[in-house]
């Protein structure tokens, strides 16, 4: 299945880690949203930024240097996940996939994987989930809505920042690589 477009959710809160603007926050020396968008870029035609005044930055970051690299467009939402991503998927086109800004980790080669697993399923959007079952927010829609289906990965790259250790593993991986940060490559 060919992803016709990638929405990148970037207007949370960041309430777990004290209000911050986590899409801004560096992992690998860049913002995170900039390597998940970049991940993106990788796989899908075109992809949609969608940020809210919740996350101060994200909107002027996302304009002045995500556009610059082509096929990215930047719209500002409600703040509200549910307006946001129904925001996102009217304009990039279905099947879509969402990514959330803070998955630094993830690379265009995991979630080529991932798109072909979930394709592979019945369920109208899929979600990837880590090895324990956490889910990450990436998820694959093929509709708007239906049933629910999961792929699970335990690779590193299936991560993300919800608190500062987590922020610290994901540096910690980026310095030191998967495997010795005790992290799992597959």
């Not at 996102?88 to 803070?102: E, H, I, K, R």
């Not at 979930?118 to 889910?135: K, M, N, T």
């Amino acid at each position: 299945m060919r992803v016709k477009g990638c929405v990148v959710m970037a207007g949370g809160r960041g309430s777990r880690m004290g209000g911050v603007a986590k899409p801004l926050m560096r992992v690998c020396g860049e913002p995170m949203i900039s390597r998940v968008v970049a991940a993106a870029i990788e796989l899908c035609g075109d992809v949609v930024v969608v940020y809210s005044d919740a996350s101060p930055g994200v909107g002027e970051i996302c304009r002045s240097t995500l556009a610059v690299m082509g096929r990215v467009s930047c719209v500002e939402g409600t703040g509200s996940y549910v307006e946001d991503l129904n925001l996102g998927l009217s304009l990039a086109g279905l099947p879509a996939l969402v990514l959330p800004a803070d998955t630094p980790l993830i690379d265009s080669s995991l979630l080529e994987k991932f798109v072909r697993e979930a394709s592979r399923l019945e369920p109208s959007i899929v979600s990837l989930a880590r090895g324990d079952g956490a889910e990450v927010g990436i998820s694959l829609f093929k509709k708007p809505s239906g049933p629910w289906g999961y792929v699970r990965m335990t690779d590193c790259g299936v991560m993300d920042v919800d608190t500062w250790e987590d922020l610290r593993r994901a540096e910690e991986a980026c310095r030191r690589g998967c495997m010795e940060a005790g992290l799992p490559r597959e």
